[in-house]
C-alpha cells in the first residue's frame, strides 16, 4: 500500500511567523516528493518538489526530505494571509500517491 | 505560460450515462494523467499515460474507466455507466518527459451524478 501521511490540521500561524508543514510516505520507491498547495474549490498548484536527501530553497519555502526516515516537509518563512489554502504533498513512484493536505491558516 | 485545459469545468449525468472528459495537455508534454478529488477529501491517482497507452493504474480505475488519445492534442476520460459515488472534481495533469519533473494540473471538472 502506498500511503502518503499528513496531520490535517489545521494549522494556524500568525503572519511573518515560520510555517512547518510535515509528511511521512510509505513506499520506499518512491523517487521524488512535491509539494502542491490548493486553494478551495481549485487545482493543485506546484510549490516545489525534491528527490534527494537535504533541504532545497526556494524564496520563503524550503523542502527537507530525509529518506531513510521517510519523511518530508515544507518551511514557509514569513508566512502571509496569501499563504492560507490547503498544501498537499505527494510522493511519486511511476504514479503520484498525495497525502489527505494539510490545511494551513496565516492570521493577520 | 502554457496551461493544461480541461473541459467542460462542470458536467452533470444521469446515473447509468456515459460521460466524456476532455483534456488538452501542454503540447510538448508527454506524459498525461488523471486524478480525482471526491469532495472534502484527498487528490487520488487513477491512470498515467505515456506513447499511447496506460503506463500506471490504480485500484479506482476499474473496467468503468478507459482512456484516449484521439489524436495529436486532447486526452480524454470516459467513465461508461456512472454512478452517484463517481461525483467529484476530476484534473487532468501533464509533465515534459523522463526524469524529475513535476505535473502541471488543469482546473478540473466538477463532474455532478444525479
Known amino acids: 500500500q502506498k500511503e502518503v501521511e499528513q496531520n490535517s490540521g489545521p494549522l494556524s500561524v500568525p503572519e511573518g511567523a515560520i510555517a512547518s508543514l510535515n509528511c511521512t510516505y510509505s513506499d520506499r520507491g518512491s523517487q521524488s516528493f512535491f509539494w502542491y498547495r490548493q486553494y478551495s474549490g481549485k487545482s493543485p498548484e506546484l510549490i516545489m518538489f525534491i528527490y534527494s536527501n537535504g533541504d532545497k530553497e526556494d524564496g520563503r519555502f524550503t523542502a527537507q526530505l530525509n529518506k531513510a526516515s521517510q519523511y518530508v516537509s515544507l518551511l514557509i518563512r514569513d508566512s502571509q494571509p496569501s499563504d492560507s489554502a490547503t498544501y498537499l504533498c505527494?510522493?511519486?513512484?511511476?504514479?503520484?500517491?498525495f497525502g489527505a493536505g494539510t490545511r494551513l491558516t496565516v492570521k493577520p | 505560460e502554457p496551461e493544461v485545459t480541461q473541459t467542460p469545468s462542470h458536467q452533470v449525468t444521469q446515473m447509468g450515462q456515459e460521460v466524456i472528459l476532455r483534456c488538452v495537455p501542454i503540447?510538448?508534454?508527454?506524459?498525461f494523467y488523471w486524478y480525482r478529488q471526491i469532495l472534502g477529501q484527498k487528490v487520488e491517482f487513477l491512470v498515467s499515460f505515456y506513447n499511447n497507452e496506460i503506463s500506471e493504474k490504480s485500484e479506482i480505475f476499474d473496467d468503468q474507466f478507459s482512456v484516449e488519445r484521439p489524436d495529436g492534442s486532447n486526452f480524454t476520460l470516459k467513465i461508461r455507466s456512472t454512478k452517484l459515488e463517481d461525483s467529484a472534481m476530476y484534473f487532468c495533469?501533464?509533465?515534459?518527459?523522463?526524469?524529475?519533473?513535476?505535473?502541471?494540473f488543469g482546473d478540473g471538472t466538477r463532474l455532478s451524478i444525479l
Open positions: 505527494a510522493a511519486n513512484n511511476n504514479d503520484m500517491r
Open positions: 495533469a501533464s509533465r515534459p518527459g523522463q526524469g524529475v519533473q513535476p505535473q502541471h
Open positions: 503540447s510538448n508534454h508527454l506524459y
